[in-house]
Each structure stands twice: as structure tokens, then as C-alpha cells.
């Protein structure tokens, strides 16, 4: 029978784990949480928040294969020493590896000899806090480190919290390889130079000082993972980071008393937050393992909590009779729009978007591009966006000064139920004309596919507003921005925050012809599109240093690049005979397939499966240079060809010519001269591009 739920704390957890009365059972599913989820969870730690509850199963060791914490699915199985019974970890190891990874070095240390065996490379980040330097002007100082007198007693008192959202977002990770010289994580290549990371190593802990006081990005870095470490050493390093922020932040440099009152309260309330941490366990005995899976069942019903938009609808209901899911779905399955052609790219997309929306069965670019699915269900993200956009639409429509902080769901919240009600059907139209935009300028066919979904909520903002919307070099602007943005690593943190504070930017641009904005895209595009070290330069795309660094091209290049060329002077034909045009326009009924230019079969070795050097990271052949989006059908066509049919097909030839590509290297199985002329034509036309929209987006 199951006990009483009792709460077991961090340092419980630990010790139990270590101990081996903790392990995870080899059934279990892998660990799946998003950085952004591990994030959040973090915050809720730092807010002091309840996080939860774990269920295990009190059983014998012998009873299940099992692995430790953090393992990946091939990791060979923990075998168990200590006692007969162990507690096996039904429900609650994505919070568990998570808390571990945020608030420990147990994956710094437990893996240390095999990085490999990690099931997930953000267990291997280190996590930090953000104190603003004195430079940075934002609004984010929590812990009031420019004044120097965060006070714990006081916030206490008076019942003062953190909201989970402010703290969200300031929490940054970093790869350990960014922070520290000359280390590796894997067994792969590697220079004699380089060395595995050790936590402990004194010169690894004395780079992650200087990386944490060096204000990079106007701010300071407390590493959470170091709060409330066993290890002397770390101790010590964290003692010395939280000491020389406080001097950093302080232009007194007299104010020692009060630097040293500061951290001794930041850091006091940050090691509460840890040591006042626990989880409800639920503890079932081996005797009733169907109790304990009816427990899992219910814990995981659904699995879809309350949140913002629930109690937005539920608002709402006192100034409307009509459901606002239901208005939603409606709006999106029958409004009929008619968009201007002369806002649409100068290329033959206009035509065939012309010739979409006057089909009968075409209504909107929302409904086009099936953001609800067969069960009438809004796609989640969209309806995030929604949310922004509305959030943005009201504070711009009362004239309040921006903030970004509107979007926020404590903000969302506070927003007048008459005021959503009366946007409603503005907000659908500034979103229904961005999701337009991005079809149409940047080859992107599911809302999913936006990299950046604060630039949705951006586009969508402006576009609620007819004489932004009309005006096409408001949209050569825009895409001007979306490309910069992606190809020259424009926000590589705090996207949110830093996306949407472009918004004021914009506005001096599109009110006032104020060119400042262009003026710093414009030096970004010279310095950073396709030239961004170890992100989109050449030696990383076209992998000639992989051999050496170890450091492979981001698997996000690969969508980029297909992305663009799909946009590119209304995209290209299929690769079959009387191919179909692909651009953001095709189909969204039909899914398009990532397709190896250079075809895996060419360095396939007997018996070897293609699967098998798809998985490859290491192999040229999987850069996202050799890559393009076509159908399924042209895909099946092609598997079934052999190489020599593949180098012969003219339809094929054509179409690799028109986008770029050497078929000479292609034909000759030339890896590396295809990759450096598909960069070169890439970067070519993404330069013809970027210099016309720029000249058109200074007309404004």
C-alpha cells in the first residue's frame, strides 16, 4: 500500500542517489525537458515555490535494470551494490535530472570520465543568475545591486516575492566550452592542447571568475549550481564571484560595509532558496505495483495545467456571451480577406498568391496555413502569440510608454476584459497578415518553423495597424531584419526581451524616417551574415575544421538555408519531372523532406545503413549546405534510383544548377568543392537580397 506522502529535500536526493536507494528503472523514457522547461523550473526554485511531487516504487534490486540520473537510453546498466531494496523512480525524472542539472555539479562530476553517457547536453551547461552591471539601464535588478541594500529580513516581513517570469528570464546557460579554454566534453577529435572538463580543476574555476565578473552583455553571472556545493573549492570560487559583484556594481568605493551586507543577503536568500527545497514523495511498496501505476496514471492525466489563456477566456465571460476560443475558431475558419499583391515580393510569388486567394475555398493565410487542427484545436503557439500581440495592441492603443514587461502573464492578466473583447478581431488580423509575411518573404510554411516567435508577436503588432501593413517597404524592411536576424546570430540571449524592445526602434523608423535602427542592421549585415565565428562562417558550414574543433554546424543552419532558398526568387521546381514550384505558398496538406544534394548513398559502405550516416555529425555529407526541402514523392523517386540515374536525371540537374549547386562536384562526389560553392552562391544571393531590401526599407 502506498505510505503518506513525506517531503524529501535536494540534499536527500543526492545522498540517496549516490547512495543507491534512488535509481532511475531502465524503463523509464529518456530525459525530454527543453532548456526553456528546465528554466522554469529553476525559477520556481529561486521563487521559492512548491515544485512538485516524485512517485517511487520500494522494490527489490534485482526487480529492474536500472540507470543513473541523467543517463542516456544506451547507457550500460547501473549495477546496484548497496542492500536489497532499492526506491525505483516512477514519476518525477524530468524534475529530478532537472533540478540536479540547475542547482548541482552531479553531472560534472559523475560523468566526468564519459560525457558521452549523458542523455541530454543540457545537463552539461552551466546555469546563472543576472545581475545587471551599472552600465545596464534595464529594470531586471532584483536583488537591488546598484543601490547595494537588498534586504532579507525586510522582504520578508513584508511577504515580498519574485514572480517566476521576471526570474525566467534571468537565468542564462552557457556551454562550459564558451566559459572555459581548451576542454572537451566528448571523446571525439580533439587537439593535444585540449583537455576534459573538470569542475574542479583549479584553472577551469578560475575562467568561470573571470567569465562571471567580466559584464559580458552588461551583466554579472552567479553560477546557481555552485549555491549550496559540497566541494570546498566551488565553495570558495562562488564566494569570490558574489564578492567581486559586489564590488563591480558599487561606484563607492568606500561602501564596503554595505557591499559586504549585500552579498552576505543575496547569498543567504539564495541558499534558502535550495535548502528550503523538497518534493512531496509518494512512496508505494513492491506489494502493489498496480497501485503505484494507477497513481502514475493519474498524476499524468492530460497532462495540460491551468494557465494564462484558461483564465483570460474565463474574464471574458463577464463581458461577452460568445466563448473567445469559439470567436477564435471562427474568426480564423471564415473570415474572407483580400490581401494588396503590391505588398508581396517583386518576384512571380505574388502571381501564384494572386491566383490562391481568388480559389473558393481560400479564406485567410491563418485558416490556409491550418493553425486548427481536425479536432478544432488551436495550435499552442499561435495562441502564445495571441496573447503578446494583445498585450502590446492595448498598452500601444492607451498610449502608455513601451514595456516589454506587457507580455508578461501577471500583465496579461491585469488587461480590462472590455479592452480584449474590443481587439479581438484586430489582433486576428495583425496576426493573419504576419503569418502572410513570413510565408510569402521567408520561405516558412508552419508557424512552428519561426525561429524567433517574439518577431511573430513583432510583425503581428504592426500589422494590426492598416498604414503599416500597406506600406511594402515596411515589409522589405522586416525581412530585412528577419534575415540578419537568423544569419548573423542577431539575439543569441534573452530573445524576448530583446526582440521586442526593437519595437520603439521600428517606430522612430516607420514614424519618423529616424534611420538609426537601419543604420545598425546595416553594420551587423557587413560584419556579422555568414561570417559569425563557430555559428554561420564558412569553416563551420562547410565543416573543413570539424576534424579539429569539434564543433559542428547548429542543426537549426540546416532550416535556415532550405528556408531562404524556398523564399529566394519564388523558390524552385521539384526534383521530378514537371516538379511542382516550391516556395512558402505550397501546400501546408503536404510535409516537404530534407534531401541530401549530395546523395548519402555516394560514401555508403557495404552493409552500412544511411540511417546510420544520417546520425553522423561528423560526416560532410550532413552539412547544411547539402541540404533542400522537396517533396515526398521526388524523395521516393530518388531513393530508388541509383547514383549514376540520380547523376544523370536532367530534371534533377537543372533544378541543382538553378539554386546554386556545382552537379559537376555532385557527379564526382566532390564533398568539400560542392560545400564552399554552395556557401559562395548562398552568400551571394542572400547578399543581393539583403542589399536590395536594405535600399528599399531607406526609402521609408
Not at 573549492?233 to 564578492?243: A, D, F, G, L
Not at 492578466?413 to 478581431?425: G, M, V
Request: aromatic share 12%.
Amino acid at each position: 500500500m502506498s505510505k503518506l506522502t513525506s517531503p524529501i529535500k535536494l540534499d536527500d536526493l543526492i545522498q540517496k542517489i549516490e547512495d543507491q536507494e534512488l535509481v532511475l528503472p531502465d524503463f523509464q523514457r529518456n530525459f525530454v525537458w527543453t532548456e526553456d522547461k528546465m528554466k522554469s523550473l529553476f525559477a520556481s526554485v529561486l521563487c521559492q515555490m512548491p515544485i512538485g511531487s516524485i512517485l517511487v516504487l520500494d522494490s527489490d534490486k534485482n526487480d529492474f535494470a536500472c540507470k543513473k540520473i541523467g543517463a542516456g537510453a544506451k547507457t550500460s546498466p547501473l549495477t546496484l551494490t548497496k542492500g536489497s531494496i532499492c526506491s525505483y523512480l516512477l514519476d518525477g525524472q524530468q524534475r529530478i535530472t532537472s533540478l540536479f542539472a540547475g542547482f548541482t555539479t552531479f553531472y560534472f562530476t559523475s560523468y566526468k570520465n564519459d560525457f558521452r553517457a549523458i542523455s541530454s547536453h543540457d545537463l552539461l551547461k552551466m546555469y546563472f543568475l543576472k545581475i545587471p552591471t551599472y552600465k545596464n539601464d534595464s529594470n531586471d535588478d532584483i536583488f537591488n545591486s546598484k543601490e547595494l541594500s537588498f534586504n532579507l529580513v525586510k522582504r520578508s516581513k513584508k511577504n515580498e516575492y519574485f514572480s517566476s517570469s521576471t526570474v525566467f528570464d534571468l537565468i542564462e546557460s552557457k556551454k562550459v566550452t564558451e566559459i572555459c579554454d581548451n576542454v572537451f566534453l566528448t571523446d571525439g577529435r580533439k587537439s593535444n592542447e585540449k583537455k576534459r572538463f573538470d569542475i574542479l580543476d583549479t584553472k577551469c574555476l578560475e575562467q568561470i571568475i573571470s567569465f562571471c565578473i567580466s559584464g559580458k552583455d552588461e551583466y554579472y553571472y552567479i553560477p546557481i549550481q555552485f549555491i549550496e556545493s559540497s566541494h570546498d573549492e566551488i565553495q570558495e570560487t562562488y564566494n569570490k564571484i558574489v564578492k567581486a559583484i559586489s564590488i563591480l556594481v558599487s561606484k563607492d568605493s568606500n561602501a564596503s560595509d554595505k557591499q559586504e551586507s549585500w552579498r552576505e543577503q543575496v547569498k543567504k536568500y539564495l541558499s534558502n532558496c535550495i535548502t528550503i527545497l523538497q518534493l512531496n514523495c509518494i512512496s508505494v511498496d513492491n506489494s502493489n505495483k498496480a497501485r503505484a501505476i494507477e497513481i502514475y496514471s493519474n498524476l499524468n492525466i492530460g497532462g495540460i495545467k491551468l494557465d494564462v489563456f484558461d483564465l483570460i477566456m474565463a474574464k471574458l465571460g463577464t463581458v461577452s456571451n460568445v466563448n473567445f476560443y469559439e470567436r477564435l475558431t471562427t474568426l480564423i475558419n471564415t473570415t474572407d480577406v483580400k490581401y494588396p499583391i503590391d505588398v508581396l515580393p517583386k518576384t512571380p510569388i505574388s502571381t501564384d498568391f494572386d491566383t490562391l486567394q481568388n480559389t473558393p475555398n481560400f479564406h485567410n493565410m491563418t485558416d490556409y496555413y491550418q493553425i486548427i487542427n481536425d479536432k478544432n484545436e488551436i495550435e499552442r503557439l499561435y495562441i502564445n502569440v495571441f496573447l503578446n500581440t494583445l498585450g502590446l495592441y492595448i498598452a500601444n492603443s492607451k498610449g502608455k510608454h513601451f514595456d516589454p514587461n506587457v507580455i508578461k502573464q501577471d500583465k496579461l492578466l491585469e488587461l480590462d476584459p472590455k479592452e480584449i473583447d474590443a481587439s479581438i478581431n484586430t489582433i486576428f488580423k495583425g496576426m493573419d497578415r504576419a503569418i502572410l509575411f513570413f510565408a510569402t518573404r521567408c520561405g516558412i510554411r508552419k508557424i512552428a518553423d519561426i525561429n524567433y516567435k517574439a518577431e511573430f508577436a513583432v510583425i503581428a503588432f504592426f500589422f494590426c495597424y492598416d498604414d503599416y501593413f500597406n506600406n511594402s517597404k515596411i515589409h522589405d524592411f522586416f525581412e530585412y531584419w528577419y534575415w540578419i536576424s537568423i544569419f548573423a546570430w542577431l539575439y543569441p540571449s534573452n530573445q524576448n526581451i530583446k526582440i521586442l524592445g526593437e519595437i520603439p526602434e521600428f517606430k522612430k523608423l516607420f514614424d519618423k524616417g529616424d534611420k538609426t535602427i537601419l543604420e545598425k542592421l546595416a553594420e551587423r549585415q557587413k560584419n556579422d551574415v555568414l561570417t559569425t565565428k563557430h555559428y554561420s562562417d564558412k569553416d563551420i558550414l562547410t565543416m573543413i575544421t570539424v576534424s579539429s574543433t569539434d564543433e559542428y554546424p547548429a542543426a537549426v543552419m540546416t532550416k535556415y538555408i532550405c528556408q531562404f532558398y524556398l523564399a529566394y526568387d519564388n523558390g524552385y521546381k521539384d526534383l521530378q519531372k514537371n516538379g511542382t514550384q516550391l516556395n512558402g505558398l505550397y501546400s501546408p496538406d503536404e510535409s516537404l523532406d530534407i534531401h541530401h544534394i549530395n546523395p548519402l548513398g555516394a560514401v555508403k559502405k557495404l552493409g552500412q545503413q544511411t540511417k546510420e550516416l544520417r546520425n553522423k555529425k561528423d560526416n560532410s555529407f550532413n552539412s547544411p549546405l547539402n541540404m533542400l526541402y522537396i517533396t515526398k514523392p521526388a524523395n521516393k523517386m530518388i531513393s530508388d534510383m541509383s547514383l549514376s540515374q540520380y547523376s544523370q536525371d536532367k530534371e534533377i540537374k537543372d533544378v541543382i544548377t538553378l539554386i546554386g549547386c556545382d552537379y559537376t562536384s555532385v557527379v564526382n562526389g566532390d564533398i568539400k568543392d560542392f560545400l564552399a560553392r554552395r556557401f559562395d552562391d548562398l552568400n551571394a544571393k542572400l547578399t543581393k537580397q539583403l542589399n536590395y531590401l536594405h535600399k528599399r526599407a531607406d526609402q521609408i
